[in-house]
C-alpha cells in the first residue's frame, strides 16, 4: 500500500566519517542519485539499505518508501481519512511526500535515489541478517493499528529478545516496542551466533555502548552507535 522498502534515512552531519564507518561493518556503498539538493550517500548490506543525508531531516531516522504514482497514491490515503503530513510533487521537482505511523515519519518517493546493492544471495554485512525496525512507542495497540492501516501486516507478538509486537510490509520487519526499552527507535541485527560477531567487531576496534538496552543481557546483545547517533542493535536469536 505505502510501496516497497527503500531505505532507514539518517542524518549524516559528517557524511564521510559515517560513511567510512558503516563501510568498516561491511556495508558497501551504492551509486546515489542526484535526488536530494545536498550530500547525499547510501550503503547496503543486501537486505537492508541506509541513507546518508547531508542535511537535517524531518525526523532521524525515517523509513523511505518506493510508490510510482505518488500523486494518484495520495489521493487514495486521503479519501481513506490518512493523513498526508506534506507534499512536494511538480513536474520539475522530486515527487515525495510524508506519513506518520507511531510517531514515525514514513517518506514515500516517487522513485529509487540510489541503487540496490551487487552483493549475492545470503550476503550480509559484519552485523549478520538485519532483523527489524525497533520502535518505542506510547501505546503499542494503537501504533499497531496505525501501521496495519497502511498495509503493515501483524507478524508476531513475543517476549523475545524484548517485549514487541512485530509487523511486517515486504522486505522490512517493524517491532513495536512499549517505553522504557530503547529512548530512541534501533536498526535490530540478529542471529545465533550473534555473540561470536560481537567479540570480533571488539577485536576490530568497535566500541560498544557500555551496556545494552534494559533487560537485555550483555553476554548475548550489543548496542552499537554510528558516528551520527543511529543505534545498531545487535541481538542473539535461537534459529
Do not use: C
Amino acid at each position: 500500500m505505502i510501496g516497497r522498502f527503500h531505505e532507514v534515512s539518517v542524518h549524516a552531519p559528517d557524511l564521510l566519517a559515517s560513511l567510512e564507518f558503516y563501510e568498516r561493518l561491511g556495508f558497501t556503498q551504492v551509486t546515489a542519485g542526484e535526488a536530494f539538493p545536498y550530500p547525499y550517500a547510501a550503503v547496503a548490506d543486501g537486505r537492508l539499505a541506509i541513507g546518508l543525508h547531508g542535511r537535517e531531516l524531518a525526523q532521524s531516522p525515517l523509513l523511505a518508501f518506493v510508490l510510482p504514482g505518488l500523486l494518484g497514491r495520495l489521493e487514495w490515503f486521503e479519501r481513506r481519512s490518512i493523513a498526508v503530513l506534506d507534499r512536494r510533487l511538480g513536474s520539475d521537482v522530486f515527487n515525495e511526500a510524508s506519513l506518520e505511523a507511531g510517531g514515525q515519519l514514513l517518506r514515500l518517493l516517487e522513485a529509487r535515489t540510489h541503487s540496490p546493492a551487487s552483493l549475492g544471495p545470503g550476503e550480509t554485512s559484519r552485523l549478520g541478517w538485519f532483523e527489524e525496525y525497533a520502535l518505542p512507542v506510547a501505546d503499542p495497540m494503537r501504533a499497531a493499528a496505525e501501521f496495519e492501516q497502511l498495509g503493515f501486516v501483524p507478524a508476531e507478538e513475543s517476549d523475545e529478545p524484548y517485549p514487541h509486537i512485530g509487523l511486517t510490509s515486504d522486505s522490512l520487519n517493524v517491532a513495536l516496542l512499549a517505553p522504557g526499552l530503547l529512548k530512541r527507535p534501533a536498526i535490530v541485527f540478529s542471529g545465533p551466533e550473534m555473540p561470536a560477531r560481537i567479540a570480533k567487531l571488539g577485536e576490530a576496534g568497535f566500541e560498544f555502548a557500555r551496556r545494552p538496552p534494559a533487560s537485555l543481557d550483555a553476554s548475548l546483545h550489543a548496542l552499537l552507535v554510528a558516528p551520527e547517533g543511529t543505534q545498531l542493535l545487535l541481538t542473539t536469536r535461537a534459529e
